[in-house]
């Protein structure tokens, strides 16, 4: 399936193509020409305030009944908010019907143990190109031990090794998916097969499905790119940077 993106903030959509985002949140992505977000003024799925840069255009909708037409956009991002939907089937769905081509990124499970949200319903895996999800509340697991301020707020901005590691690691805290056209979800499946990653001890041979064993070279090689992409990334930023505006602000310069 699909080319592996460190995040959301690395993907390559040329200019000229219509992006779409489900969700922004406080964290917008700057190449998104429209947003659509479901609470404005409620940020208890959230971290923080809604942001909009100036060039978007925000609609207040749902995930699960996007009001636009089919094939409207060319290419859709969606970030951690699958995961807090009734219907994660139907929530693709829709973004498979206004456009062609996308990015989702959700919590793996092992990203929800190191980091739980009481307004996540849903983990996921990766597993034989299929999105597999199933409710937290299905599961043999605790959820409650929350280290997120480690391994969200503070490791990733105090230790580049780790930050590095989280970004080369396909599918370690998140499952990161760049997809054409659509790709099969499978919800709470019975099988057990797909149950086993869930509920048990997960295998030598589980965990080698997951992340895929890599020669030293190959390791080398991907943490050089990665750095590079970062360090290029960040350079950026720091130089050509505009940060979005909040939502009040938005409003009042843009507000009907």
């Not at 409207?72 to 769905?93: A, G, K, L, R, Y």
């Not at 080398?220 to 130089?239: G, M, P, Y």
């Not at 940077?241 to 507000?255: A, F, I, S, T, V």
Request: with cysteine.
């Amino acid at each position: 399936m699909k080319a592996y993106v460190y995040n959301k903030d690395y993907l390559k959509v040329r200019k000229g193509l219509k992006v779409l985002e489900v969700g922004p949140g406080n964290n917008p992505t700057k190449r998104a020409d429209v947003l659509i977000e479901k609470f404005v003024q409620d940020n208890t799925h959230r971290r923080g305030d809604l942001k909009i840069f100036k060039h978007q255009k925000l609609v207040q909708a749902d995930g699960e009944n996007i009001p636009f037409k089919n094939g409207e956009f060319d290419f859709v991002v969606c970030s951690h908010v699958i995961e807090h939907t009734n219907n994660p089937v139907q929530f693709m769905e829709e973004q498979f019907r206004v456009a062609g081509r996308g990015y989702l990124e959700a919590p793996s499970l092992f990203g929800e143990f190191l980091a739980p949200k009481d307004s996540h319903k849903w983990v996921s895996l990766f597993i034989d190109n299929k999105l597999v999800m199933y409710e937290k509340s299905k599961l043999p697991y605790d959820f409650s031990p929350d280290f997120g301020d480690i391994y969200l707020n503070h490791m990733p901005y105090q230790s580049l090794l780790y930050r590095l590691l989280e970004m080369s690691t396909q599918n370690f805290m998140s499952v990161k998916i760049v997809w054409q056209e659509r790709f099969e979800i499978l919800l709470n499946p019975e099988d057990d097969y797909y149950k086993s990653f869930f509920s048990n001890k997960i295998t030598q041979m589980q965990a080698e499905k997951l992340f895929p064993k890599k020669g030293v070279l190959s390791q080398i090689c991907n943490v050089v790119t990665t750095f590079n992409r970062f360090l290029i990334a960040k350079l950026k930023q720091k130089l050509f940077g505009n940060p979005p505006l909040d939502y009040e602000e938005y409003m009042k310069l843009y507000g009907s």
